[in-house]
């Protein structure tokens, strides 16, 4: 796992940068591009890092769960506990041709099921560099090339973990501090975000307004008509929280992260905090 502290040494764009299409610039190597993996994916976080990872070496063949086992690809990349049916899929495949691309991530317990874990791990950045890692690795021991495709899936790997940890460093500036800590959530899916940025995730159904006076109150679009009944009732206001997990604005997970982040700020009382020029990295 990539540590946070690392982030400011590893951050090589200028942060200034980190607005839409975060990551558009292409990586090269000097070692070729090695013969083309398929990887099968049936979420949007998998299918954009096996995009950004595999470049030309990669055909992503995006399917549902009940196609995952007729794929014929050489890899199935998933995040587990998104879809249920997805993980029961999961589980008749060989092991060897299946890659949980949080793997070396230290999840979450899920607040609503403790046997399960929570998937929305790219709502920390980190985690999205970590599991680029994972994949790289996974795809170039498949590969029929695997010292070419060592190389060429790493450089893309690194490519992805720049971006992530300056996607990172963003959002440290704009979230830290905040003057209020409690995200109110009608579904706890932004617990790594919390974890990463010092927040209180705190369900709606728990929330005491008296104790945790905020401003917002975050929902997931199921449950949309629950939450703006209670902001009313208590005179804030009732924000959507897109998981990622279908679609991600101008189809760049990080960029989805990044905004969500803002919104955030905009809403937390958070006052941005710009690092003087002893502080940037480099």
């Known amino acids: 796992m990539i540590a946070r502290v690392l982030a400011p040494l590893l951050v090589i764009a200028a942060l200034t940068g980190c607005t839409r299409g975060v990551g558009s610039a292409a990586p090269t190597t000097s070692g070729g591009v090695p013969p083309t993996v398929s990887v099968a994916v049936a979420d949007f976080p998998s299918a ?26 050489d890899l199935v990349a998933y995040v587990p506990d998104i879809n249920p049916d997805v993980d029961a899929a999961v589980a008749t495949l060989p092991t060897e041709t299946v890659v949980d691309l949080t793997a070396d991530i230290k999840r979450l317990a899920d607040p609503r099921d403790r046997e399960k874990r929570d998937p929305y791990v790219w709502f920390d950045p980190v985690n999205v560099a970590t599991m680029a890692g994972t994949l790289a ?62 927040f209180d995730q705190v369900p709606l159904i728990l929330w005491k307004p008296q104790r945790e006076p905020v401003r ?37 997970l990080l960029q989805g992260v990044l905004d969500t982040g803002q919104e955030i700020a905009d809403h937390q009382d958070c006052p941005l905090v710009v690092p003087s020029a002893t502080d940037r990295p480099g």
């Open 216 to 252: 917002a109150l975050y929902f997931t679009i199921d449950a949309e008509a629950a939450v703006r009944a209670q902001a009313a009732r208590y005179d804030v206001k009732a924000l959507p929280v897109d998981t990622l997990t279908e679609k991600a604005p101008n189809d760049d």
């Open 48 to 73: 954009w890092l096996a995009q950004r990872v595999g470049g030309d070496a990669i055909d992503v063949r995006e399917v549902g769960a009940a196609d995952l086992r007729t794929s014929g690809a």
């Open 137 to 198: 690795e996974t795809m170039a021991k498949v590969n029929r090339v695997p010292y070419m495709a060592t190389q060429y899936y790493g450089v893309r790997s690194l490519d992805v973990e720049a971006d992530s940890l300056a996607v990172d460093q963003r959002l440290q500036e704009i979230l830290s501090p905040c003057r209020i800590p409690t995200l109110v959530v009608e579904a706890p899916v932004l617990g790594y975000l919390a974890r990463a940025y010092a």
